[in-house]
C-alpha cells in the first residue's frame, strides 16, 4: 500500500470518527448538564457531604461502565442485523426464528413494539430536557434572565423542527467538530476540578455506592431515578451502529466520551466537596467565571446537536416500522442525494414539535423533567435486554448459562433504573408511559388490522389459475397496453382485476400481478430485489422485494423488468390499485374500539399511488367496501 493511499484511508477513518461523535454521542453527552444536580434534588434527600458526594458518584460511575460501557459496547453491539442495529432491527432479527403466531414471537412483538414507542417517548424528552438544561445557564451567569428560560428553550426548539425540512447535509458537517469540542470542554473542567480536590476520586470504589444506598440517608428509588439520567443515550449507540460501524463507535467512547464524561461528573463532585452551595448548577459552576458564557453557546450547540440526533432517530424508527407493517404508511421525504438515512417525516416532525413544546411549557425545567426521561430510557433498555436475551441464546448459540447470567445482570439493573423512575408516576412518569402504551396500541391495532383484511380476501379470492384458464379459452376480450395490478398474493386474483374484469370486461394484453415485500434484513442487495415468473397468454408474476430501511420506487423497478424480457413503457402501461372503504361490523374480531381506530389509520395512510410513486395519470382506483 503506498503511503498516500494509506494517509487517505487515515484521513476517512478520522472523518468517520468525528462523524460519530456528533451524531451518536449527543444525548449522553449531555447529561452532565443536569444528572449531578438532580441526584441532590431535595427530593432525594441528600446534602453534599463527602460520603454522599462520594456515593453519587459512584453509583453514576458503575452505572456508565457496566450498562453503556459492557452492556452496550461490549455486547449488544454483536447483535447486529446485517450491520445495522437498534430494536427494530434486532426484533426483525429475533422473529427470523420464532415460529409464526407462536406465543414466542407475540413476545418479541411486543418487546419490540414497546422499546420503539419508549424510543417516541424519547424522542419528545431529549429535545425538552437537553436544551432546557443548557439554557438554564443564563441563570447561572445573571439572575436577570431568570424566567427566560423558558421561551428562550422554546424558540430555539421551534426554529430546529422548522429547520427539519431542509435536510442536515449542510449543518451536519458541524455536528462532530463541534460535539469534539464539547467533550475535550468537559473533560478539561473536570480535571480541573478533581486537581482541586483530589480526594473526590474515592468515588470509584462501588463500595461508596452501596454504602450510599444502605444508608438510610436518602431515598434509594428516587436516587437511582436520577442516577440513571447519566446513561441516557446509550440505546443511541447501538441505534446508530449501521452508520459508523461497531468499531468506530467502540473506539470513539473509550478513547473520548468514556473519560470525557466520568472525568466532568468527578469534577463537579470535587466542586460540591468544597462549596456545597455550587449543588445550584454544579455544571456551569465548575467553570471560572470568565468562561461561563461561551460554556453556555457551547452546551446550547450541544443540546441542540443532541436533539438532532434524536429526531433523525425518531424519522428513522417510522421508517422502519412503516416497513415492517406496524405503522400506517407515511409520506417520507429524503433530504439528500448522498446519505440514504437521511430523511424527513412530516406528520412524525409536526408531532414532536408539538409534543416538545407542550412538555416545555408544562414542566418549565429540567429537574421537573428527570423521572419522566428516565422512563422512556429505562424501558427501551428493558426491551432491549429481553430480546438481546433471546437472540444470543438462539440465535448466535451463546451457552445458556453465561447468556442467563449476564441477562440477569443486566436485566437486574435496568429493572432497578425503571421500577425508581416508576415511583415518580404522578410527578410526570405517566407521560412516557402514556405515550409508550398509546403507541403500542396503534402498533398492535394496525397489525392486526391488516392480517384480518388479508384472511378476508383469502376467504373469497380466485385462484389465478382460473383466470388463466379463461384467458386461455379466449373468452375475455385483450386490449392494447399493459396493466399493474397491485397485490399481497401473487397466487389469487387481485380485487382490482376482478373489478375491472366486471365493470370493463377487457384485458390488456400484458397483465403483471405485483407484489412490494419486505425482508426481514435492513437492506437488499439490487441484484436480489426483482423477481420475475412469465405466466401463459401474456400474465406474470413480479415481486420486488427490499429492506425495512429502503424506500421502493415502483416504476424505476419495473424498468428492470426488461432484462426478463419483459417490457412496461411508461406511457403504455397503466396501474390499478384497490382503495378500500371500511366500514365498522359489530361482529368483527377487533373490539369496537380498536376496529374504529383502524378504520381512522387507514384512511390517515398514503395510498398506493402516493407510497410506491406511482405515476398518477397511469394510476386506476377501483373502490371497494369492506367491513371490519
Known sequence: ????????????????????????????????????????????????????????????????????????????????????????A????????????????????????????????????????????????LEVISPAFSGMTVPISAALLIVLFLAQKNGTARVGAWFGPVMTVWFVTIGVLGIYGIIQHPAVLAGLDPRAGLSLLLSGQTRPLLLLGAVVLAIT????????????????????????????????????????LYNPEAIANPFYLLAPEFLRIPLL????????????????????????AVELGWLPRVRIRHTSARESGQIYVPQINAALMVGVLAVVLGFETSARLAYAYGIAVTGTMVMTTCIGFYYFRRIAGWPLIPVAALA??????????????????????????????????????????????????????????????????????????????????????????????KHNQVLHKRVALLRVSVADTPRVPLGEQLRVETLPNGFARIEISHGFMQTVDVPEALERCRTHGLDFPPMETSY?????????????????????????????????????????????????????
Open 408 to 501: 440477569l445482570l443486566f436485566f437486574t439493573i435496568d429493572m432497578s433504573f425503571l421500577v425508581s423512575n416508576l415511583t415518580k408516576v404522578l410527578e410526570g412518569g405517566w407521560l412516557p408511559l402514556a405515550i409508550g402504551f398509546s403507541l403500542v396500541a396503534v402498533m398492535e391495532t394496525w397489525r392486526r388490522g391488516r392480517r384480518i383484511l388479508a384472511e378476508q380476501f383469502l376467504d373469497g379470492a380466485v385462484p389465478l389459475e382460473t383466470l388463466l384458464k379463461q384467458a386461455a379459452d379466449q373468452k375475455i376480450q385483450r386490449v392494447k397496453g399493459a396493466a399493474v395490478f397491485l397485490t399481497s398474493n401473487l397466487d389469487m386474483v387481485p380485487t382490482a382485476l376482478l373489478h375491472n374484469l
Open 576 to 628: 390499478f390499485v384497490s382503495r378500500q372503504t371500511l366500514v365498522h361490523e359489530h361482529s368483527s374480531r377487533m373490539p369496537a374500539w380498536q376496529s374504529r381506530l383502524f378504520i381512522l389509520l387507514m384512511d390517515y395512510a398514503l395510498t398506493p399511488t402516493e407510497y410506491f410513486q406511482l405515476p398518477p395519470n397511469r394510476v386506476v382506483e377501483l373502490g371497494t367496501k369492506t367491513e371490519v
Open 1 to 88: 500500500m503506498s503511503i498516500a493511499s494509506s494517509d487517505g484511508a487515515q484521513r476517512m477513518k478520522l472523518a468517520l470518527h468525528v462523524a460519530a461523535i456528533g451524531v451518536v454521542f449527543g444525548d449522553i453527552g449531555t447529561s452532565p448538564l443536569y444528572t449531578i444536580r438532580q441526584c441532590f434534588d431535595p427530593a432525594v434527600g441528600l446534602k453534599p457531604t463527602p460520603e454522599s458526594v462520594a456515593g453519587v458518584l459512584s453509583l453514576v460511575f458503575w452505572a456508565i461502565t457496566l450498562i453503556v460501557m459492557v452492556k452496550y459496547v461490549i455486547f449488544i453491539l454483536q447483535a447486529d442485523n446485517k450491520g445495522e442495529g437498534g430494536v427494530l
Open 297 to 320: 453557546i457551547l452546551a446550547t450547540m450541544a443540546a441542540i446537536i443532541a436533539s438532532q440526533a434524536v429526531i433523525s432517530g425518531a424519522f428513522s424508527v417510522t421508517s422502519q
Open 90 to 137: 434486532l426484533t426483525a432479527l429475533a422473529l427470523k426464528k420464532a415460529p409464526p403466531r407462536s406465543y414466542l414471537a407475540i413476545a418479541l412483538v411486543g418487546a419490540g413494539m414497546l422499546g420503539a414507542a419508549f424510543f417516541y417517548g424519547d424522542g419528545i424528552l431529549t429535545p425538552a430536557i437537553s436544551v432546557l438544561g443548557a439554557v438554564e445557564g
Open 233 to 272: 443515550g446509550a440505546e443511541a449507540l447501538y441505534a446508530d451502529m449501521g452508520h459508523f460501524g461497531r468499531s468506530t463507535i467502540r473506539h470513539v467512547w473509550i478513547s473520548l466520551v468514556w473519560p470525557a464524561l466520568v472525568l466532568n461528573y468527578f469534577g463537579q463532585g470535587a466542586l460540591l
